[in-house]
């Protein structure tokens, strides 16, 4: 698709190098998911369990008390599903209780709660609506809040959290109409006026847009005389002079989203209002999620655990032949995968959320992880639940309501969690980012032997420090622990856990090998093989689940807290998650990527038009893509703060 005559035009490898420069190049403190990825399994980065400081439990416990009664008295989800908006008195109730504060720390007016109690706050406020989660989410995970408490200066602090932490809802706007997830293209602009800067532009997809009232927006700043350059982030005033909300979208799922669409004419933002220096907006992007993608798959927890309970609750009530339709199998065998999965999934956020809290470990890739993973499996386990209740999971909580069953809003359950697989990166995005990440020692080392571009003396260099790298590497990944009986015995208690960690160990190194080979096999192809870096990452998502679960399982033993149950789901997820494993071996090699290649092909040449004939094409007319030529608004503002 060309670009519109306003917006950059960019090649294929100019956005890779814009994309390599925002990430965060350097490891200073070890990973386990990094490590799991190289074939090394290190247990020890994570097991014994990491513990919460006991004031950062009795402070989280105590608000934790106070949102359940709030979500129990004052929401009405059936209202939001219904209006298709949150009303303003839960959002100033929310507000009141420091909800938009849990992050930021009490000397500006926060809760300061933990990454771990933060996600277990918005996993239940979730489970009453998600659309007040995402709210919650969007404005102290990606907007304002967290940039700011990385990057941002004092007097920023000092200005802006204070409002964050109990009145002003932020947003965070990168998104363009044609720009998603190759931000070299990125159309805004910042034009430097002095101690001003001067943002022209269309921003799509802004969460919280609607009611915000400071903005995270990322902007391409010209290179000129004083002035790097580059994609900048700013903070800016929502109800600035210029600032218009256009659209207010609607979506199949979150119905209560304040999405939109927001246009930037002409309006000056301070210079004291830029967050770190010119072009390093990409990387503030990229360092914010680190941790702020752990939000979403808490939520995928809660949604979890509500299908768990109405699964049990409903395939013990309904009856079919004679028995609860729980223990026909073909339905009891969706309620184990529910229960085993979320359990699962709880020991992959939460481990991972109190390393984000310890700051010991670097958990960029274990974040990446959870977010993928959560968002898959959420939905995996909201579809079940569909089919579990049959022709009553098709019909919405109101129809039941009006004939006198009770109001179950599965199907809308599995429209909210759908956009999980796109929000915050998609699916598709995640495996190229997290692949990307898990072969960066090789690409450390033998980068140079595969670009196009260095000479043939780097390419010498490269080959004599690879020689070493991998004379000393690849020895390693023959024979390990998980090849001795009685490795990891200590999780041999209710259940024996210790073979699964043991498989973990030996698939680790055989992922390992598998990435050597293909990288040895394609070499500059590499990036091309999106299909097979793919299975590669969810290869690895699987085995840091099932590493996950079981620590956790032993950790809940140790604290007295269901062990011997937690013991037995870590048993069962991990026998799922095995098949699922060799399965995704077996597709490495052998797979239709070639032959997929060939016929998207000729889809796109028009090879198989005959083959969409005989249907009506319900879509209207109109643009693929809307225009989003900078200029003045010619629609109403729609923007609707809340005080």
């Given at each position: 698709?060309s670009a519109?005559?306003?917006?950059?035009?960019v090649?294929e490898?100019e956005?890779?190098?814009?994309?390599?420069a925002a990430?965060e190049?350097?490891?200073?403190?070890?990973?386990?998911?990094?490590?799991?990825?190289?074939g090394r399994f290190r247990?020890?980065?994570?097991?014994?369990?990491?513990?919460?400081?006991?004031?950062?439990?009795q402070?989280?416990?105590?608000?934790?008390?106070?949102?359940?009664?709030?979500?129990?008295?004052?929401?009405d989800?059936?209202r939001?599903?219904?209006?298709?908006?949150?009303?303003?008195?839960?959002i100033?109730?929310?507000?009141?209780?420091g909800a938009?504060?849990?992050?930021?720390d009490?000397k500006?007016?926060?809760?300061?709660?933990?990454?771990?109690?933060?996600?277990?706050?918005?996993?239940?406020?979730?489970?009453?609506?998600?659309?007040?989660?995402?709210?919650?989410?969007?404005?102290?995970?990606?907007?304002?809040?967290?940039?700011?408490?990385l990057?941002?200066?004092?007097?920023q602090?000092?200005?802006?959290?204070?409002r964050c932490a109990?009145?002003?809802?932020?947003?965070?706007?990168?998104?363009e109409?044609?720009?998603?997830?190759?931000p070299a293209?990125l159309?805004?602009?910042?034009?430097?006026?002095?101690?001003e800067y001067?943002?022209?532009?269309v921003?799509?997809?802004t969460?919280n847009?609607v009611?915000?009232?400071?903005l995270?927006?990322?902007a391409r700043?010209?290179?000129?005389?004083?002035?790097?350059?580059?994609?900048?982030?700013?903070?800016v005033e929502?109800g600035?002079?210029?600032?218009?909300?256009?659209?207010r979208?609607?979506?199949?799922?979150l119905?209560?989203?304040?999405?939109?669409?927001?246009?930037?004419?002409?309006v000056r933002?301070?210079?004291?209002?830029?967050i770190?220096?010119?072009?390093?907006?990409l990387?503030?992007?990229l360092?914010?999620?680190?941790?702020?993608?752990?939000?979403l798959?808490?939520?995928?927890?809660?949604?979890g655990?509500?299908?768990l309970k109405?699964?049990?609750?409903?395939?013990?009530?309904?009856e079919?032949?004679?028995?609860?339709?729980?223990?026909?199998?073909?339905v009891?065998?969706?309620i184990?995968?529910?229960?085993?999965?979320?359990?699962?999934?709880e020991?992959?956020?939460?481990?991972s959320?109190?390393?984000?809290?310890?700051?010991r470990?670097?958990?960029?890739?274990?974040?990446?992880?959870?977010?993928?993973?959560?968002?898959?499996?959420?939905?995996?386990?909201?579809d079940?639940?569909?089919?579990?209740?049959?022709?009553?999971g098709?019909?919405?909580?109101?129809?039941?309501?009006?004939?006198?069953?009770?109001?179950?809003p599965?199907?809308q359950?599995?429209?909210?969690?759908?956009i999980?697989?796109i929000?915050e990166g998609?699916?598709?995005?995640?495996?190229?980012?997290?692949?990307r990440?898990?072969?960066?020692?090789?690409l450390?080392?033998?980068?140079?032997l595969?670009d196009?571009?260095?000479?043939?003396?780097d390419?010498?260099?490269?080959?004599?420090?690879?020689?070493?790298f991998?004379?000393?590497?690849?020895?390693?990944?023959?024979?390990?622990?998980g090849?001795?009986?009685?490795?990891?015995g200590?999780?041999?208690?209710h259940?024996?856990?210790s073979?699964?960690?043991?498989?973990?160990?030996?698939?680790?190194?055989?992922?390992?090998?598998?990435?050597?080979y293909?990288?040895?096999?394609?070499?500059?192809?590499?990036?091309?093989?999106q299909?097979?870096l793919?299975?590669i990452?969810?290869?690895?998502?699987?085995?840091?689940?099932?590493?996950a679960?079981?620590?956790?399982a032993?950790?809940?033993?140790?604290t007295?807290q269901?062990?011997?149950?937690?013991?037995?789901?870590?048993?069962?997820f991990?026998?799922?998650s095995?098949?699922?494993?060799?399965?995704?071996?077996?597709?490495?090699?052998?797979?239709?990527?070639d032959?997929d290649?060939?016929?998207?092909?000729?889809?796109?040449?028009?090879t198989?038009?005959?083959?969409?004939?005989?249907?009506?094409?319900?879509?209207?007319?109109?643009p693929w893509?809307?225009?989003?030529t900078?200029?003045p608004?010619?629609?109403?503002?729609?923007?609707?703060?809340?005080?």
């Open positions: 698709m519109t005559p306003h917006q950059p035009t090649t490898r956005a890779r190098q814009v994309a390599e990430r190049q350097d490891w200073r403190k070890p990973s386990f998911a990094k490590e799991l990825f190289l247990l020890d980065l994570i097991h014994p369990h990491p513990m919460p400081a006991e004031d950062d439990v402070r989280g416990e105590e608000f934790l008390a106070k949102l359940r009664d709030f979500c129990e008295t004052k929401i989800p059936a939001i599903e219904r209006e298709a908006q949150i009303p303003d008195e839960v100033d109730g929310l507000k009141d209780l938009l504060g849990m992050k930021i009490t500006y007016g926060g809760l300061g709660l933990t990454q771990v109690y933060y996600n277990k706050a918005l996993a239940l406020v979730g489970s009453a609506n998600p659309a007040i989660g995402a709210l919650l989410s969007a404005h102290q995970s990606i907007g304002v809040p967290q940039p700011l408490k990057f941002g200066t004092q007097e602090k000092d200005v802006f959290l204070p109990r009145t002003d809802i932020s947003a965070f706007l990168l998104t109409p044609d720009v998603g997830s190759d293209r159309a805004t602009t910042a034009v430097p006026d002095g101690d001067v943002l022209d532009g921003k799509l997809w969460t847009g009611v915000a009232d400071l995270v927006v990322m700043v010209p290179k000129s005389e004083g002035h790097k350059g580059g994609i900048t982030a700013f903070v929502a600035s002079e210029g600032v218009t909300v256009e659209n979208n609607a979506f199949m799922g119905r209560g989203l304040e999405n939109g669409v927001t246009r930037f004419h002409q933002v301070p210079a004291a209002n830029r770190g220096p010119e072009g390093a907006g990387k503030i992007a360092t914010t999620l680190n941790t702020g993608r752990l939000s798959p808490a939520m995928c927890v809660g949604a655990k509500w299908c109405i699964a049990r609750e409903w395939s013990a009530a309904r079919q032949w004679g028995k609860p339709v729980a223990f026909h199998e073909a009891g065998s969706k184990s995968f529910i229960a085993a999965t979320t359990f699962a999934l020991a992959v956020v939460d481990l959320s109190q390393m984000a809290d310890e700051n470990n670097d958990i960029r890739i274990e974040a990446a992880l959870a977010k993928l993973y959560g968002s898959e499996m959420g939905c995996l386990m909201a079940e639940l569909v089919q579990i209740r049959g022709g009553r098709f019909e919405t909580a109101e129809s039941l309501a009006a004939r006198g069953e009770r109001a179950v599965a199907e359950i599995l429209r909210d969690l759908r999980n697989r929000f998609s699916t598709e995005i995640m495996h190229l980012l997290i692949a990440e898990a072969v960066d020692a090789h450390s080392v033998a980068g140079d595969i196009p571009d260095k000479s043939l003396s390419k010498a260099k490269a080959g004599a420090n690879a020689g070493v991998y004379a000393k590497w690849l020895p390693k990944l023959v024979a390990g622990p090849q001795l009986p009685r490795s990891y200590e999780f041999n208690r259940v024996d856990l073979p699964h960690l043991r498989y973990v160990e030996r698939n680790a190194r055989k992922l390992a090998r598998s990435t050597f293909a990288m040895s096999r394609w070499q500059g192809r590499m990036e091309t093989k299909g097979f793919g299975r990452v969810d290869i690895g998502a699987e085995l840091f689940a099932m590493s679960a079981c620590v956790r032993e950790h809940l033993r140790l007295g269901h062990g011997r149950e937690a013991y037995q789901l870590a048993d069962a991990c026998r799922q095995r098949i699922r494993v060799d399965e995704l071996f077996g597709r490495l090699w052998s797979n239709t990527d032959l290649r060939k016929v998207v092909k000729g889809v796109l040449a028009g198989y038009e005959w083959l969409e004939q005989g249907v009506i094409d319900p879509s209207g007319e109109g893509i809307a225009d989003a900078p200029g608004s010619r629609k109403e503002n729609v923007h609707r703060p809340i005080r």
